[in-house]
């Protein structure tokens, strides 16, 4: 029965060898969509806690957009407010005069106030896409993260080392009970305890 020892500890090793071979697959797999991640969330993950969501360029353009529509519906206004003040007039020119000109301020600061608030909202809209991809960016190193358990792989190979350990050292122990020297040395005994008894 020892070659079914070394057959179960071989095989034993043989398991061992294997999930620690699993093992070292996942950790590369692992490091390598982990590095793959990190490349590519790199630049935002270097943007500290709430980074910019949009590209230099794209910033650039949508503040600019604000800024010329801004100005675009203030000089709107201001064109609708003197066709207005010439309809009063009867289609006349006139002086312009003390109310032409607060008219005139309170479009121009209407203007620049919607002009503020319309850039204050890009910029938190761009803020916002940044911690969009922040999360994103974790959520995807957590995957990476979780999608295999080398802890796990680790102690199931440590363990199949004991397991096959224990289930030699049980073959072991019954081979040595169910062995036939072990059988005939039982009927022995008996046959001496019954000469002992009728002897």
């Not at 999930?19 to 990190?38: E, R």
């Not at 169910?178 to 009927?187: E, K």
């Amino acid at each position: 029965m020892p070659s079914t020892l070394n057959n179960i500890k071989n095989s034993a090793a043989t398991f061992m060898d294997t999930l620690q071979g699993q093992q070292n697959t996942a950790f590369a797999g692992n490091q390598a969509a982990l590095n793959a991640v990190s490349g590519a969330w790199g630049s935002i993950a270097a943007g500290g806690a709430i980074p910019e969501g949009y590209s230099p360029g794209l910033d650039k353009m949508l503040q600019s957009q604000i800024v010329s529509n801004s100005a675009a519906g203030t000089a709107n206004a201001q064109d609708a407010a003197a066709l207005q003040e010439k309809q009063a007039g009867g289609g006349n020119n006139v002086l312009p005069s003390g109310a032409d000109a607060a008219t005139s301020a309170e479009i121009n600061a209407k203007g620049a106030a919607s002009e503020n608030t319309n850039l204050q909202a890009e910029k938190t809209a761009d803020y916002e896409q940044g911690t969009k991809n922040l999360e994103g960016m974790t959520q995807a190193e957590l995957g990476v993260a979780s999608g295999e358990n080398e802890t796990g792989l680790a102690s199931a190979s440590t363990g199949s080392g004991e397991l096959g350990e224990s289930a030699a050292t049980a073959q072991w122990q019954e081979d040595q009970t169910s062995s036939p020297a072990a059988i005939l040395g039982d009927v022995g005994s008996a046959v001496g305890d019954a000469s002992a008894i009728f002897g």
